[in-house]
Each structure stands twice: as structure tokens, then as C-alpha cells.
């Protein structure tokens, strides 16, 4: 299969593609079969590299290798709904799928960003073992069950960058009165420390940051902030992200078109959703060394480490926002107390092996 350049006409969350671009055309069934109509509605703009790219090939990858059974009409964000409107659009049947971050919907049940990233939380590896081996796809179908949905891992950007300001921040104090854009979580802990935080698709943060309405960003990581030209508008370039570090993207499907399906087409779905989440990772990873070099080198970008003073006051405000969290309702206690299982037994395991490899490598290597 030969994939499009989608980079070249990247796209920004929230703006309204063309009529004509709204439904993706796929191949037609070669052999006359029963069909199936789905939808997938997404929060990313049309061609938006990753994000959006990677959810299109998705939809793609769907009805070809349900061999046209499957017939999936894919529209980005603001070509059918909002971006902040397809929970809705899936929840109550209007389409079939969502290709979304789950922490956008924490004011439906705060539990919601557990399954995309939380502050201090799990690394895309220890997520995956969580969601797959460890009791966290049981949960999240629980979480969605309540909502009409079921929803599976398709997409992960890593461990995110801090963000972009438009100031210094050497200590906890110059968060305070902050105009923000993060959602989930880590915006909680940012009002924690006195600053104000803004939830905004993806396609108004650059807008907003130049008009002033808001004074700092996270977004991504270099790849698609490079593509977001947020170097044009402020100056400071902070790591590591304490908000989101191993960011799960959400096939989010309607539970009642869900249990219509053969399982065969079922298992279909399943696996073209975690293709995607290895391959988004893969190309993430692939792609942010480049364009970090191109901000530093084309852009004068100067990115700065988070000093500890800043990280113990993010992690003090943490647990703050995770009291609160877990005394939401049974189900948020659950998931949290899963979370912590995962964290300390993966993480523990993994601080011995990745993170102690690379260190050592690093060392070694002058890295």
C-alpha cells in the first residue's frame, strides 16, 4: 500500500475542510457482500501530520483489510462536528467512531484521563502494559460501558514536551496567573499553582497565543509543534512534560453498533486500531530529533529544562489533583488505584531496564 504525502498539506484541529475533502473515498468491494456503513469523526484537522495523518490511515487500513466490507467514511475535525463534539456524535449514534485523546472528556468522569495521559503518569510502555496485561482495558471498558462506548488504543505521541511560554520559568511562582491552553489533568494541577488553564483544539492555540488571549501552550512535541509554528510566537521551549508522558490516543466506538458486528469483523477493527498505536509511536519517535534540530538551528528556539524546584511543585499539586481525582466516585478510585499498581510495578521494572540501559548507554556514548 502506498501511503499519501500527507505531510505536505498538514492541517490544523478544528479548522472546516472543504465540502469536497469531508468523506475520504476508499476502494469499492470487489465481490458483491453485505456492507458496513462507519463513520469515524475526529478531533484532529484534516492532514495534521500524525495526529491527523495517522487516524485518516486508519480508516483506510479498516475498509481494506475488511476487503471493502467495511465502508468507513472519515471526516476531521469541524467537517461533520467540532473536535470537542464527537464524543457526542458517537455516543449517541449519529456515527459509528471517534479518533480522540479521552482526556478530552474528564468533565463527563475524570477517569477519562487516565486512558490518554495523567500528571506523573505512565510512559507508552508501561501504558501498554497496563491497558493490556494489567486490568486497564477491563476498566476502560467499564468507564466507557457507562457512556454507550468501547473504546481501544489506537495512537500514542510519547512523552511530551513541558510547553511553550512566552517567559522564564524558574520557579513555581511564575505560573501564577498564567493563561495556559492544557487540558486533562495537568491543567488542574497548573490552576493548582495559580495558573489559568484553557482547553482549546488543537487548530485556535496559534491564534490565541498571538493575539495574547493566552500566554502558553503544550501541544505535542517538536513535530507538530514545528508544524504549529508556535516558535513565532513565543520563545521558551520547556522538558519534559510532566502532564502527558505517554499520551494514548482512543478509537472511541458506539457500543450498540459495536455489538452488531461478527467478531471476526470485530477482531478487524481490534487489530488495524493497534497497528496504528505502534505505528503513530514509531513515527513519533522518528520524527521529533529532526525537527527539534530545526527549531534550535531554523528557529533560534531555546529550550530549557524544568528545574527541580518546578518539577516538586508540579508533583506536590499532583497529588493535590489526585485526592480529588479518586474522591470523584468508586470507579475513579479503582482506576487510580490500578494506575499506581502499574506505575510502580512496570516503572519499577522498567527504571532497571530501559531507563537503566539508556543511562549507562548514554554515559558511555557521551550522549
Same mark, same amino acid.
Given at each position: 500500500?502506498?501511503?499519501?504525502? @500527507?505531510?505536505?498539506? +498538514? ?20 465481490? +458483491?457482500?453485505?456492507?458496513?456503513? !462507519?463513520? $469515524? =469523526?475526529?478531533?484532529?484537522g484534516r492532514d495534521f501530520p500524525g495526529l491527523g495523518t495517522n487516524a485518516q490511515l486508519m480508516a483506510e487500513r479498516i475498509q481494506e483489510t475488511s ?18 463534539? %464527537? ?7 449519529? +456515527?459509528?467512531?471517534?479518533h480522540a485523546a479521552d482526556y478530552y472528556w474528564k468533565g463527563k468522569h475524570p477517569a477519562w484521563a487516565y486512558f490518554t495521559s495523567v500528571p506523573f ?12 496485561? !494489567?486490568?486497564?482495558?477491563? #476498566?476502560? /471498558? ?18 511530551? !514536551?513541558?510547553?511553550? @511560554? ?6 513555581? /511562582? ?14 488542574? =494541577? ?8 484553557? %482547553? #482549546? ?11 495574547? +488571549? $493566552? ?12 508544524? !504549529?509554528? &508556535? ?18 490516543? %482512543?478509537?472511541?466506538?458506539?457500543? %450498540?453498533?459495536?455489538?452488531? #458486528? ?32 530545526? #527549531? ?17 511543585? &508540579? ?5 493535590? =489533583? &489526585? ?31 530501559? =531507563? ?12
Amino acid at each position: 500500500m502506498k501511503r499519501r504525502d @500527507f505531510i505536505s498539506k +498538514a492541517g490544523l484541529a478544528g479548522v472546516g475542510g472543504a465540502a469536497a475533502a469531508a468523506a475520504s473515498s476508499f476502494p469499492k468491494p470487489s465481490l +458483491a457482500q453485505e456492507r458496513i456503513e !462507519m463513520v $469515524i =469523526v475526529s478531533t484532529w484537522g484534516r492532514d495534521f501530520p500524525g495526529l491527523g495523518t495517522n487516524a485518516q490511515l486508519m480508516a483506510e487500513r479498516i475498509q481494506e483489510t475488511s476487503g471493502g466490507k467495511i465502508q468507513v467514511q472519515y471526516f476531521a475535525a469541524g467537517e461533520r462536528v467540532g473536535a470537542f463534539d %464527537s464524543f457526542d456524535e458517537v455516543a449517541s449514534g449519529n +456515527a459509528q467512531a471517534y479518533h480522540a485523546a479521552d482526556y478530552y472528556w474528564k468533565g463527563k468522569h475524570p477517569a477519562w484521563a487516565y486512558f490518554t495521559s495523567v500528571p506523573f503518569g505512565l510512559t507508552y510502555n508501561e501504558m501498554a502494559a497496563w491497558i493490556h496485561h !494489567m486490568g486497564g482495558q477491563e #476498566l476502560w /471498558d467499564e468507564l466507557a460501558g457507562d457512556f454507550g462506548l468501547k473504546c481501544l488504543a489506537a495512537g500514542n505521541t510519547g512523552v511530551q !514536551m513541558g510547553g511553550w @511560554f512566552n517567559k522564564e520559568i524558574n520557579s513555581a /511562582d511564575d505560573l501564577k496567573g498564567l493563561k495556559m491552553r492544557i487540558p486533562g489533568l495537568g491543567g488542574d =494541577v497548573m490552576a493548582k499553582l495559580g495558573a489559568s488553564p484553557v %482547553s #482549546l483544539p488543537g487548530g485556535q492555540i496559534y491564534e490565541n497565543l498571538v493575539s495574547g +488571549a $493566552i500566554e502558553a501552550t503544550e501541544w505535542v512535541g517538536p513535530w507538530n509543534d514545528y508544524a !504549529m509554528k &508556535f516558535y513565532e510566537a513565543t520563545k521558551y521551549y520547556y522538558y519534559p512534560g510532566m502532564h502527558e508522558p505517554g499520551g494514548f490516543d %482512543s478509537l472511541g466506538i458506539n457500543a %450498540s453498533w459495536w455489538g452488531t #458486528l461478527s467478531k471476526t469483523d470485530q477482531a478487524i477493527i481490534k487489530s488495524v486500531a493497534g497497528q496504528t498505536n505502534d505505528w503513530m509511536m514509531a513515527e513519533y519517535n522518528a520524527k521529533n530529533g529532526e525537527y527539534l534540530r530545526k #527549531l534550535i538551528d531554523e528557529h533560534g528556539v531555546e529550550v530549557r529544562e524544568f528545574n527541580d524546584d518546578v518539577y516538586d511543585a &508540579f508533583g506536590d499539586a499532583a497529588e493535590q =489533583v &489526585f485526592e480529588e481525582t479518586r474522591q470523584h466516585s468508586d470507579l475513579a478510585n479503582k482506576v487510580h488505584e490500578s494506575f499506581l499498581n502499574a506505575r510502580s510495578a512496570a516503572g519499577g521494572w522498567l527504571k532497571l531496564a530501559d =531507563v537503566g540501559y539508556s543511562e549507562k548507554r548514554n554515559r558511555v556514548l557521551g550522549m
